[in-house]
């Protein structure tokens, strides 16, 4: 799914909670091809990168909290003012990211980002241009467009093999 389209703000949201539901199954299919043993994350691996796109009031916010509908996480507010909002979710853990008042990378690092991308769970990083030399190189781009009522374009760019293993999963649990 890397070239946009149109979907109103219920379809994004709806693609938002299968999103989160397929990074659930996705980090359980990891674990069992790669027999997770007792201490290790249930992914088996780093967690999972979601790079959020789009200008101000598309719809970025609201897109993270129906990713987390899908993680089984309520409650997701926007990050702009705390830079980093932390949920615990009953499979996975959502660490909510906004770089919006970040000068760079520095101020990233300088707040743990990549200790939060070592954990098993799911980071999400809205305003990801203000520290793009930051992302791994692995992770999931979504871009939005659009603003108020009108439907917004939605582009999902996977980097690496398990970002497209998640889209495919994400892409079964959709209504057709």
Not at 14 to 21: D, K, P, V
Not at 87 to 115: C, K, M, N, Q, W
Request: charged share 20%; proline share 5%.
């Amino acid at each position: 799914m890397n070239a946009g389209r149109w979907l109103t703000l219920e379809q994004a949201q709806t693609l938002g909670r299968a999103l989160g539901g397929a990074l659930l199954r996705a980090g359980q299919s990891i674990a069992v091809r790669r027999g997770a043993a007792a201490g290790r994350s249930a992914a088996g691996r780093r967690g999972f990168c979601i790079a959020l796109y789009g200008g101000m009031g598309v719809g970025k916010t609201t897109f993270a909290r129906a990713l987390a509908q899908g993680l089984g996480i309520e409650g997701v507010t926007s990050p702009t003012f705390a830079i980093l909002h932390e949920y615990a979710g009953p499979v996975l853990p959502l660490y909510h990211f906004d770089a919006y008042r970040l000068t760079g990378s520095g101020e990233l690092y300088d707040i743990g980002f990549e200790e939060y991308l070592e954990r098993n769970g799911v980071v999400i990083i809205e305003w990801p241009e203000i520290v793009a030399d930051a992302l791994p190189s692995e992770r999931l781009d979504i871009t939005i467009a659009g603003s108020g009522e009108a439907p917004r374009v939605i582009g999902i760019t996977p980097h690496g093999e398990l970002y497209k293993e998640t889209l495919r999963l994400m892409n079964e649990g959709l209504p057709c």
